[in-house]
């Protein structure tokens, strides 16, 4: 584009040398095309970079979001992991609540407390070996490691509950007995709610600019 603009204004130039009536004239309007084909240039230049450094940041951005998108797909299938661990916790639980005292198997019930435990176990190893993106930028970078400590705090209350459940579960042990210890073990050791949305949200935010 530049080279067609200064070959444009190079035959201009000759056209008006011929045809200027005086050399003042001639340098008059020399001086008004290099000014104008300065300012075209400078403002073409302009043009480049900007484009060039809004494409680099676009890709910059989209590299972003396909790190935190793939780290966060292999997160959710953690968490789906303790969603199930915990539900089969409490379908054990309500399971104690419905079994009367003939039909209950106090070895069974602490077999499938400590089954579940070990998967408990192996969850827990799995949340902290998590790491955040590397290649995320710092800011985003301390919100995935945020999201990771609360999740580890999660796993830790929620693998504790487990354990202690089933080492309360060891037979014998009475239907009534066993009820009321998970209950209570329940009640001092059960996990609060894993709340993550915040810091989710807010990287999901500054991805999307």
Same mark, same amino acid.
């Given at each position: 584009?530049?080279?067609?603009?200064?070959?444009?204004?190079?035959?201009?130039?000759?056209?008006?040398?011929?045809?200027?009536?005086?050399?003042?004239?001639?340098?008059?309007?020399?001086?008004?095309?290099?000014?104008?084909f300065g300012a075209s240039a400078f403002v073409r230049?302009?043009?480049?970079?900007?484009?060039?450094?809004?494409?680099?940041?676009?890709?910059?951005?989209?590299?972003?979001?396909?790190?935190?998108?793939?780290?966060?797909?292999?997160?959710?299938?953690?968490?789906?992991?303790?969603?199930?661990?915990?539900?089969?916790?409490?379908?054990?639980?309500?399971?104690?609540?419905?079994?009367?005292?003939?039909?209950?198997?106090?070895?069974?019930? *602490?077999?499938?407390?400590?089954?579940?435990?070990?998967?408990?176990?192996?969850?827990?190893?799995?949340? *902290?070996?998590?790491?955040?993106?590397?290649?995320?930028?710092?800011?985003?970078?301390?919100?995935?490691?945020?999201?990771?400590?609360?999740?580890?705090?999660?796993?830790?209350?929620?693998?504790?509950?487990?354990?202690?459940?089933?080492?309360?579960? *060891?037979?014998?042990?009475?239907?009534?007995?066993?009820?009321?210890?998970?209950?209570?073990?329940?009640?001092?050791?059960?996990?609060?709610?894993?709340?993550?949305?915040?810091?989710?949200?807010?990287?999901?935010?500054?991805?999307?600019?």
């Amino acid at each position: 584009m530049i080279y067609i603009m200064l070959l444009t204004a190079g035959a201009a130039m000759a056209v008006l040398y011929k045809f200027s009536p005086t050399q003042k004239t001639f340098m008059i309007i020399c001086a008004l095309l290099i000014a104008v084909f300065g300012a075209s240039a400078f403002v073409r230049v302009q043009q480049i970079q900007r484009e060039q450094i809004t494409r680099a940041q676009l890709e910059d951005l989209q590299e972003r979001q396909k790190i935190f998108g793939e780290w966060y797909a292999a997160y959710q299938k953690d968490i789906d992991r303790l969603d199930r661990n915990w539900q089969s916790y409490h379908n054990i639980l309500d399971g104690l609540k419905a079994t009367d005292a003939q039909s209950f198997n106090a070895e069974a019930t *602490y077999l499938r407390l400590r089954d579940l435990e070990q998967e408990s176990v192996d969850e827990q190893v799995k949340i *902290y070996m998590l790491t955040a993106p590397p290649k995320l930028d710092a800011e985003n970078r301390a919100l995935v490691e945020a999201v990771i400590s609360k999740t580890q705090r999660y796993v830790d209350a929620q693998t504790q509950t487990i354990s202690k459940s089933a080492t309360a579960a *060891y037979p014998p042990v009475e239907l009534d007995t066993l009820r009321l210890r998970l209950r209570d073990i329940m009640i001092r050791e059960s996990p609060e709610g894993l709340f993550t949305a915040q810091e989710i949200s807010a990287i999901r935010s500054a991805l999307a600019d």
